[in-house]
């Protein structure tokens, strides 16, 4: 391979080369296992991603493990690589993706999965897991969209569902194993099924009703569990987390250290599929977090650090671990960032902690324009929050805030949608009533809308999606009511969000439209520049596929949903209570104030959630 000669003809040649400030290199030659971990986008996306900085270090902690990284080439170098029949290669070695004897997809998100099917063909190995040999990789995947993996069913031979710490190194020693004394693959996944969190989708059977809803799903081979459990971590302070992550020599979408100091979420949000899937909340101590945040600068010279969780602001122990975290970077100009503050506990004292070093702007998200539709989605949160968390802001002399919010969600009426242009007007009345001696001279609010998916294990995910002419109707609704000098109003493609519907919520037959729409040329779906609802939509007519089957119908309380031999530890009875409260407008309060009986408790044991 000479990547030389075809590295002058790309952009951003750093994403290809590899040699990266504390990449691992090892001797391939003395490897017992070759892991590709593959994250289906380009390499500045992929490397902003904390699950595969953990995975990447976990892996190659062990001495007989290799772990390399792949990433979808972007569309100059696939050209390239075709040109000259490169295969799909590995950053630390340049190895062809063929030759390993796993590739590992994390799967963050559904406009992704023809970027998968388009690397397993630049690597040269079949699509279908029914159509690969014994030669070929073992193609395995994770992340929150396996969470619902009937999609991906046809092309993934096991899944691993929920978190990968320790259930990635027990699928290791159960390959290991079969590695030193002989057998097929499949003698593999009969025995890796055995591990809690280990789906195979070749060993369960699914058949359909005349009306396209399932009929039934069995499992064909006896040891194979009838509902896959998730695994979490008990004790998160144990969990491994790496303190020597790779420096790219590129600029990357996150380019900071990411201290993630909780996972699971106490919020009851009805639309946030994260919310659910992760439960339930375990925090890491200051003491670790500052060790672990003290050697993660000695070892990367960043110089921000940004605390990572679905709600930073709920940590138990905030005060005590930003105190601590600015006595340490505070002299050295490294700047701290919370990503994630909610509305009804946004204060001075952060606020002035996270500005000491270098000011940003602030991000908030109501999410919805009225109380009544915020108490629909549970959000727990008021106008009157809003209202004190700008008026702090632009006391301490912030300018810029970004308001985040969606459209489309059940029961939303235009008084919702006109009720977001109203908000943003009084985010700017509250900066002019703000003294002109300490407000920013300069404001900038920007209104940015993202249009509303149902996702499975969440309240909502019986609920039919809108369409894509009454999202677009919505997006215009409120261009339209958008009359502030002060406002930016930005919105995402719906027709995008519509497709990301029908994966979000969809079965195994997709798999065709999957693969048609790769030979159509789909791929970077999430792109705007390179998505084409058309090409989708002979895709879907080619393999007589109704897309609406899976986005807009509304399902009931008793269908078999594909998503339903998973098990989150959240149970279907909490999520059909909490869809009607939301359909009453009742709210439900947070974890610490009382608990809400989801099921997380009886299913891990153990008191998490105070």
Known sequence: MNLDTILKHVEKPSR????????V?????????????????????????????????????????????????????EE???????????????????????????????????NILNMLDLGGIPLYAKDRTEEDPIICAGGPCAYNPEPLADFVDFFMLGEGEELMMEVMDVYRFFKKNGGTKEDFLKEAVKLEGVY????????????????????????????????IIRDFDKCFAPDNIIVPFMEIV??????????????????????????????????????????????????????????TSDYTRLKELTDGLLDMTEDKKIGLSLPSLRLDNFSMELMQKVQKVRKSGLTFAPEAGTQRLRDVINKNITEEDLHNAAQMAFSGGYGTIKLYFMIGLPTETDEDILGISHLADEVVSIYKHTDKEIRNKNLRVTVSVSSFVPKPFTPFQWVGQNTQETLFRKQMLLKEAIRNRYVSYNWHESTLSVLEGVFARGDRRLSKVLVEAHRLGAKFDSWHEFFHMDTWMEAFKNTDVD?????????????????DHIDVGVTKKFLINESEKAKRGETTGNCREKCSGCGVIPAFGGDFCG
């Open 547 to 563: 897309p609406d089957f899976y986005n807009i119908r509304e399902r009931s309380y008793e269908e078999i949903l594909p998503w």
């Open 16 to 23: 290809y080369i590899g040699n990266e400030y504390n990449s």
């Open 25 to 77: 290199h090892k001797n391939p030659a003395d490897m017992n296992i070759r892991f590709g971990f593959c994250f289906a986008d380009v390499y500045e996306i992929g490397m902003s991603h904390l699950g595969m900085k953990i995975l990447y270090h976990l892996l190659n902690s062990a001495d007989d493990i290799y772990c390399e990284r792949f990433f979808t080439p972007w569309v100059d170098m």
């Open 200 to 231: 195979v989708p070749a060993f369960y059977d699914v058949s359909y009703n005349e009306d396209g809803t399932i009929q039934s799903f069995t499992k064909n081979y006896d040891d194979a569990p009838d509902r896959i459990k998730k695994r």
């Open 254 to 311: 996150h380019d900071r250290i990411m201290l993630e100091v909780f996972r699971g979420c106490i919020r009851g949000c009805r639309f946030c599929q994260a919310g659910m899937i992760y439960r339930p909340v375990r925090e890491r101590s200051p003491e670790t977090l500052l060790d672990l945040a003290q050697r993660l600068i000695n070892n990367t010279g960043y110089e921000e650090i940004s605390l990572s969780s679905l709600s």
């Open 80 to 114: 390239q690589m075709r040109a000259h029949n490169i295969p799909l290669f590995s950053l630390e070695t340049k190895t062809p993706a063929k030759e390993f004897d796993f590739l590992g997809f994390t799967l963050q998100y559904e406009m992704s999965y023809t």
